[in-house]
């Protein structure tokens, strides 16, 4: 179907050479047709002209020798411009369009009497005829046979340029495994082009892998002198000092727990382990246990086969995301295998909305532009439960909408598989 509707797009540079091929022929089709024609009416007309006045010279000399009077121009019969054109210089000669019927005419001034014959050009018009029909059906003969070789040589370089923009929209889309596979040395400037691209996806891949590698070990590195962080103040006194140590030392725990969930889920280290569970009461828990308020609706909710562990992640995730960076009230719908959570605040920045959430950015005004590590955590794993999780803004007041939508249950095998 890609194809179909690459070949039917009329914008495509495809159809663009065609027409640039089919253009080049009519116009040079136009060019010799017009050249040719003009070129044999300007021969018949001198050859008519040379038998008129052949025809004119032997019919006086007959006439003279015979003793009779040479064919004199009948006023009415010969044409007006050719005896004109006589009584002025002498001679003349003149080409008669008639229908079927055209002729030449040659007409000599003697003694005060013009005399005057014709010649029949209607063969010489027949041919002239024949000719420009000929030249016209081998043109069009010509145009129905380039403008097809036209369209399928094209289309092997055409469908190439589809290869290499396939290959870098899933390169967009984070497939960084994607390569157009046309070689990278010689050919054309399309095999320099997939080559180019192939690079930039190599290069993009090791860029990434070199980020996770410093993210997971960053992580590593910390979470030893964490823990005893996180040992020592609880040894501390009790007092508002204290307590203002352990808040800091919990938030730095959860930053460093999260850089480790985003490390295995970049790694692929991340296993579902599904089992059913009734999806409107793990929603349920799951808000509870962030301890942010937020209404839960279950609409026909049913039991599912998920990782409730991972599923828990994702919810809480989003409540969090939800009052952290937008307004209440939050709002959870259970909707058959659909969880949305929105907001009341100014919505999801355009920026996520195009291209996803990225980790380090926050949507919070007072720290920059973007999201934080949560919505990333909460996308990863849905993407290792296999659900799809999507990002839009309420069309009403804006409010911030998320919207996690189960896979399907697989059926149970039958007996013997």
């Known amino acids: 179907m890609a194809i179909v509707r690459a070949l039917l797009n009329l914008r495509s540079m495809h159809w663009k050479v065609i027409c640039v091929v089919a253009a080049a022929c009519v116009a040079m089709a136009?060019?010799?047709?017009?050249?040719?024609?003009?070129s044999t009416l300007e021969r018949s007309m001198n050859e008519g002209a040379g038998k008129a006045v052949v025809a004119l010279d032997e019919a006086v000399r007959s006439a003279r020798s015979s003793g009779v009077e040479p064919p004199r121009a009948v006023p009415g019969e010969t044409p007006e411009p050719l005896l004109q054109e006589a009584e002025r210089h002498g001679e003349a000669t003149f080409y008669e369009d008639r229908t079927p019927a055209p002729r030449f005419w040659a007409a000599r001034e003697e003694n005060g009497q013009v005399y005057a014959v014709w010649v029949d050009m209607t063969s010489d018009h027949l041919t002239r005829r024949a000719l420009d029909r000929h030249l016209w059906q081998y043109s069009l003969l010509t145009l129905a046979v380039v403008v097809p070789l036209t369209a399928l040589v094209t289309e092997l370089p055409t469908r190439r340029l589809r290869r290499v923009a396939r290959t870098a929209r899933r390169i967009t889309a984070g497939d960084l495994g994607a390569r157009t596979g046309m070689g990278r040395s010689g050919g054309d400037e399309i095999t320099e082009i997939s080559a180019t691209v192939d690079s930039m996806a190599d290069s993009l891949r090791e860029r990434i892998t070199r980020e996770q590698r410093f993210t997971a070990d960053v992580a590593h590195e910390l979470r030893t002198p964490l823990m005893g962080l996180v040992t020592?103040?609880?040894l501390l006194p009790e007092g508002e000092a204290t307590d203002l140590v352990r808040d800091r030392v919990r938030v730095l725990r959860d930053l460093v727990e999260d850089l480790l969930e985003i490390s295995r889920l970049d790694a692929g280290a991340e296993q579902s382990r599904p089992q059913e569970v009734p999806l409107a009461e793990l929603v349920e828990e799951s808000v509870a246990r962030s301890g942010l308020p937020a209404t839960v609706t279950a609409d026909a909710a049913p039991v599912v086969e998920t990782d409730p562990r991972r599923l828990d992640r994702i919810v809480s995730?989003?409540?969090?995301?939800?009052?952290?960076h937008g307004a209440g009230p939050v709002e959870v719908t259970v909707s058959g295998r659909n969880v949305r959570v929105r907001d009341h605040g100014p919505g999801f920045p355009p920026g996520l909305l195009a291209h996803g959430p990225q980790r380090f950015h926050t949507g919070a005004a007072e720290r920059g532009r973007g999201h934080g590590l949560g919505l990333t955590i909460a996308l990863g794993q849905a993407r290792v439960i296999g659900a799809?999780?999507?990002?839009?803004?309420?069309?009403v007041d804006g409010g911030a909408v998320a919207v996690l939508?189960?896979?399907?249950?697989q059926p149970p095998a039958g007996p013997g598989h």
């Open 30 to 38: 136009l060019t010799v047709g017009l050249l040719v024609h003009e």
């Open 232 to 234: 020592s103040a609880g």
């Open 317 to 324: 995730n989003l409540v969090v995301n939800a009052h952290r």
């Open 388 to 395: 799809a999780l999507q990002f839009g803004n309420d069309a």
């Open 405 to 409: 939508r189960l896979p399907p249950s």
